[in-house]
Every structure is written in C-alpha cells, then in structure tokens.
C-alpha cells in the first residue's frame, strides 16, 4: 500500500493550496481517509477525515469552514482543499487511510486508528 501526498508549498496569508493524496494498493473506496498535520515541535494532529461514500466529512474545528476534503473513489484520490490559510498551518501534512468504512468519529481524529501513511507534505504560510 502506498499513500503519495502531494501539493505543499509556501504560500502567504490568505492564499489557497489544494493538496492531493494519490493511493495504490488499497481498497480505497471501501477505506476512510483522513488528513493530519504536524508544526515542528508539536504533535501529529486531525484535520480532516471523509468516509468512503464521501457524504460525511470531518473537520477540526481550526479548519471549518476554510478547508475542504473530498475524494474520487475512481481515482483512488483524496484532496485537502485549504483556502485563507493562516500562518499557524504551517505544518508537514499526512494523508492517511484507515481500512475500517465504519470507524466512528471519535476514533478518526486519533493517528493510531489509520493503518496507513503518506510521506507527508510540507505547507508553509508566511505572513
């Protein structure tokens, strides 16, 4: 299984990234796929998690309403769509993918509940 995140960058205030996470190997449309991040020295924390129908979507409550998931369960792709980024997201991001469709949210938002990770990517947001 392999789990290929793309799409960071450095960006200032306000602007918009649209990171991706390409997967091999997995049963993608029956697995939940979540984002994390990690700020340097901070620990490894949930951004967001889509179900595999797509029709329930998690957020932190730091990114509501400015990030948005999505997935194209053809395309074994789910996308982190970050919009007004601020500079405290600054943080290497993770896909993830968790085997269990049913997972509850509770469980999404804690890292060991995914079986799977990306290599992460880096976004940094100067002001």
């Known amino acids: 299984v392999q789990l290929q995140a793309s799409g960071g960058g450095l960006v200032q205030t306000g602007d918009s990234l649209r990171l991706s996470c390409v997967t091999s190997?997995?049963?993608?449309?029956?697995?939940?796929m979540g984002w994390f991040r990690q700020a340097q020295g901070k620990e490894r924390e949930f951004v967001a998690a889509?179900?595999?129908?797509?029709?329930?979507?998690y957020y932190a409550d730091s990114v509501k309403g400015r990030f948005t998931i999505s997935r194209d369960n053809a395309m074994n792709t789910v996308w982190l769509q970050m919009n007004s980024l601020k500079t405290e997201d600054t943080a290497v991001y993770y896909c993830?993918?968790?085997?269990?469709?049913?997972?509850?949210?509770?469980?999404?938002?804690?890292?060991?509940?995914?079986?799977?990770w990306g290599q992460g990517t880096l976004v940094t947001v100067s002001s």
């Open positions: 889509i179900k595999w129908s797509g029709g329930n979507r």
């Open positions: 190997g997995l049963t993608f449309s029956r697995s939940v």
């Open positions: 993830a993918a968790d085997r269990e469709p049913f997972a509850t949210l509770s469980s999404l938002r804690v890292p060991s509940a995914y079986d799977y």
